[in-house]
């Protein structure tokens, strides 16, 4: 059974760090691109950070670099986002995403898998 399962989420004051864990099981996650993405309440769902399924090529959203390093351990299957300085605009839930090949370019609507989310609140 495929499966992506965010962990990591939780309240932190603003100016404070969290590290968001996905783990992957059920399918092969060497072989797909992968994706931080998060929807804040009244708003879509927008890109956070995404790296290629090789690993060569990383992507982050404007309001996030310099703040959120996003990697992986192929050998744990997993996925992480290291978000530092938080700021209340960064209060979303949060979800990791894969796709195979990286073949919609970490599009939202091209993603393959998703996790059903972690949510992070930044208190001002």
């Known amino acids: 059974q495929v499966q992506l399962v965010e962990s990591g989420g939780g309240l932190v004051q603003s100016g404070g760090s969290l590290r968001l864990s996905c783990a992957a099981s059920g399918f092969n996650l060497g072989a797909y691109g992968i994706g931080w993405f998060r929807q804040a309440p009244g708003k879509e769902r927008e890109r956070v950070s995404c790296?290629?399924?090789?690993?060569?090529?990383?992507y982050y959203a404007d309001s996030v670099k310099g703040r959120f390093t996003i990697s992986r351990d192929a050998a744990k299957s997993a996925v992480y986002l290291q978000m530092n300085n938080l700021k209340p605009e960064d209060t979303a839930v949060y979800y990791c995403?894969?796709?195979?090949?990286?073949?919609?370019?970490?599009?939202?609507?091209?993603?393959?898998?998703w996790g059903k989310g972690t949510l992070v609140t930044v208190s001002s």
């Open positions: 995403a894969a796709d195979l090949w990286s073949s919609s370019n970490c599009a939202t609507s091209g993603m393959d898998y």
């Open positions: 790296m290629a399924h090789s690993g060569s090529i990383t």
